[in-house]
């Protein structure tokens, strides 16, 4: 016999869920690859650079049996940057410290921070389609880097300027973040999109495309 959940049943369920959805407005959220075209490159401990190791379509992290990255097997530090036009393209570099390969795909999520495991301050990064999607293998102690666009908050009307020290970024596909510091004045009006990252690319990177 089935019996019909009490009240108490029901807020658990509810409370449970709303604790699993917290972080999904800033988490990187791609799907995994399986359909279409895509590029599989591979990066070695040390490397600056990859180049493509197939250019048919790749397997998901699932299927070739390398797991996704996990925000606790990656280390965080900013590369390379310059300025253009109001925007500073900034590089962040991700290194795989956990001790095996890992794979990442897609986009991650990325936000100003009041402080490592501090609230967010203005809106999460948009998604910048300039670099192309591709599956990046990172071997132990390999590197994958993300170019995050920061637009001059000052330009914004509507926006408020505060004072911000750090990035919070949830590598594609996972609800953990890593954090880096990064110093400068954020818009903390929410509506205004200041901010803008590429997915992953493989190897330390620069600062263009």
């Given at each position: 016999?089935?019996?019909?959940?009490?009240?108490t049943t029901?807020?658990a369920?509810?409370a449970?869920?709303?604790?699993?959805?917290?972080?999904?407005?800033?988490c990187?959220?791609?799907?995994a690859?399986?359909a279409?075209a895509?590029?599989?490159v591979?990066?070695?401990a040390?490397s600056?650079?990859?180049t493509?190791a197939a250019s048919?379509p790749?397997?998901?992290?699932?299927?070739s049996?390398t797991?996704?990255?996990?925000a606790s097997?990656?280390?965080?530090?900013?590369g390379?940057?310059?300025?253009t036009?109001g925007?500073?393209?900034q590089?962040?570099?991700?290194?795989n410290?956990?001790?095996?390969?890992c794979?990442?795909?897609g986009y991650?999520?990325?936000?100003?921070?009041?402080?490592?495991?501090?609230?967010?301050?203005g809106?999460?990064?948009?998604?910048?389609p300039?670099?192309t999607v591709?599956?990046v293998?990172?071997?132990?102690g390999?590197?994958?880097?993300l170019?995050?666009?920061?637009?001059?908050?000052?330009?914004?009307?509507?926006?408020?300027?505060?004072n911000?020290g750090w990035?919070?970024?949830?590598?594609?596909?996972d609800?953990?973040s890593?954090?880096?510091q990064?110093?400068t004045?954020?818009c903390?009006n929410a509506?205004?999109?200041t901010l803008?990252v590429t997915p992953?690319r493989?190897?330390?990177g620069?600062?263009s495309y």
């Amino acid at each position: 016999m089935i019996f019909p959940r009490t009240a108490t049943t029901r807020v658990a369920a509810l409370a449970a869920a709303a604790g699993a959805c917290t972080l999904i407005a800033a988490c990187g959220s791609s799907p995994a690859p399986g359909a279409g075209a895509t590029t599989t490159v591979t990066a070695q401990a040390g490397s600056t650079a990859s180049t493509p190791a197939a250019s048919s379509p790749a397997p998901s992290a699932t299927a070739s049996g390398t797991p996704g990255c996990l925000a606790s097997g990656l280390q965080a530090r900013l590369g390379s940057s310059q300025g253009t036009a109001g925007t500073i393209y900034q590089v962040v570099v991700l290194t795989n410290t956990s001790g095996s390969a890992c794979t990442l795909y897609g986009y991650p999520g990325v936000s100003f921070v009041t402080g490592a495991g501090g609230s967010q301050v203005g809106a999460p990064a948009t998604k910048n389609p300039a670099v192309t999607v591709t599956l990046v293998t990172l071997a132990a102690g390999g590197e994958a880097n993300l170019l995050l666009g920061v637009h001059d908050a000052g330009a914004f009307p509507s926006c408020t300027l505060t004072n911000v020290g750090w990035l919070r970024i949830y590598p594609p596909g996972d609800y953990g973040s890593v954090y880096v510091q990064y110093k400068t004045q954020a818009c903390a009006n929410a509506a205004e999109k200041t901010l803008s990252v590429t997915p992953v690319r493989p190897g330390a990177g620069s600062a263009s495309y």
